[in-house]
């Protein structure tokens, strides 16, 4: 090859990688890109997970024996399966086949103490994804051979996955979540309008951002109804009063509970004062539909996820949607994770980062001492985003912080 061939080798390699990873608005750079492991759904996982999931909780001690046994396994264990009716049985089948569907998920080990159960949430996945997909299960043949089965499945998938590599992916395939937890006066003025404007961006760029929380709205949520359609806006303002009435019902005076104590700790006095600070997380962008507890989003934009304000539970009906990371803002340090996906903390109270930096990923408290705003706090936000999506690990998987809960909603038959 000539030396000329060569220059012109090199200046081609260097145009290509400008337009597939960059593009040049105003002199600044924007990174329109990730790396991540591409499904055969057409979906793009910024983790590569071989998960062990019980279908009833009978089947937990199978699973973490088969994860203390082969290195490397996710193990997805909750307290829940037996004698669920209507739609609680719905929403434990939906999530827990929602959350093997997950990008993130290479495949997965289904242990159950019967086939019936197992073999529902088979079917829900199937619907929608050919990924590898094993069932084990107790009955007939105990515990031990139980474990041995999963155990040499899991081994098998868990060496097929590793042969993945992460490819280059567009970033409109991101959806992210955005949630809060501990929060003080520091979120509502500067960590949720930064994870707002992580959502407006990832938006503007084809992506999709969830936010839940309708507890936690109450108080703002006329100001988020304005800014989406009527259908969707009247929709929203009813399932906040489902909240609210359902509260008085029990005799319940809301502001025992909201704000909590640690809020109120952090400097937020009235329901109202934390709903408006926590909306901001939302961004700008309309709302495109209201969704059902792990539920997967129809299309792209923001969406209003139905659901628990509480960290754990949440997040587990964000990774069951679909969602691949959750952007989670916190005052006072809150360390919930999740056992499929990272959850990045940000705050904006410098405080925290000095008492539980572990807990804390990104510090934008500079926007409070004024050396930066919070367009540029968002810039940092959404480039760690991209970061993580690409395989940077977060705190909250470096100390296993691997909660997992589903939402309950009536009684156990």
């Not at 868990?158 to 567009?170: C, G, I, N």
């Not at 792990?294 to 960290?311: F, I, Q, R, T």
């Amino acid at each position: 090859m000539t030396i000329l061939s060569q220059l012109l080798t090199i200046l081609l390699a260097l145009i290509l990688q400008v337009l597939i990873f960059n593009v040049i608005q105003e002199g600044e750079i924007i990174i329109l890109s990730f790396e991540g492991y591409i499904r055969s759904d057409g979906t793009v996982g910024v983790r590569n997970h071989v998960a062990i999931v019980a279908a009833q909780g009978y089947g937990n001690s199978v699973v973490e024996a088969i994860a203390s046994i082969v290195h490397g396994v996710y193990p997805v264990i909750h307290p829940y399966g037996r004698g669920q009716i209507g739609p609680d049985a719905v929403q434990q089948t939906n999530t827990l086949a929602g959350t093997i569907l997950n990008p993130n998920v290479f495949g997965a080990v289904i242990v159950a103490w019967e086939p019936v159960e197992a073999q529902k949430i088979f079917k829900k996945i199937r619907e929608k994804s050919d990924k590898k997909i094993e069932i084990v299960t107790i009955m007939g043949q105990g515990t031990l051979k139980a474990i041995e089965q999963g155990a040499r499945i899991a081994i098998d998938m868990l060496v097929e996955a590793s042969e993945l590599k992460r490819e280059v992916a567009p970033i409109e395939k991101l959806m992210i979540a955005v949630n809060c937890g501990a929060s003080d006066a520091t979120s509502g003025i500067v960590a949720n309008p930064a994870a707002g404007y992580v959502c407006d961006k990832l938006i503007n760029l084809g992506g999709t951002a969830i936010f839940n929380e309708t507890a936690e709205i109450m108080g703002a949520e006329h100001i988020l109804a304005r800014r989406s359609s009527p259908e969707v806006g009247k929709r929203l303002l009813e399932i906040v009063k489902e909240v609210e009435d359902y509260v008085l019902s029990l005799g319940i005076d809301i502001r025992g509970n909201q704000p909590k104590p640690d809020n109120i700790e952090g400097g937020l006095t009235t329901v109202e004062e934390k709903a408006l600070g926590n909306i901001a997380k939302a961004g700008s962008h309309p709302i495109q539909a209201i969704i059902s507890y792990a539920e997967k989003p129809a299309g792209k934009g923001l969406y209003h996820m139905y659901s628990s304000p509480a960290g754990a539970e949440s997040n587990t009906g964000f990774f069951a949607c679909g969602a691949q990371i959750t952007i989670f803002t916190t005052g006072k340090g809150n360390p919930v994770g999740h056992i499929l996906g990272p959850v990045i903390k940000v705050t904006g109270n410098h405080r925290t980062v000095i008492a539980a930096p572990e807990n804390i990923d990104l510090d934008i408290s500079a926007v409070l001492k004024g050396q930066m705003d919070i367009e540029e706090a968002g810039e940092d936000l959404f480039s760690f985003l991209l970061q993580v999506a690409s395989g940077k690990i977060t705190k909250s998987e470096a100390l296993k912080h691997n909660e997992f809960a589903i939402s309950r909603i009536g009684l156990t038959v």
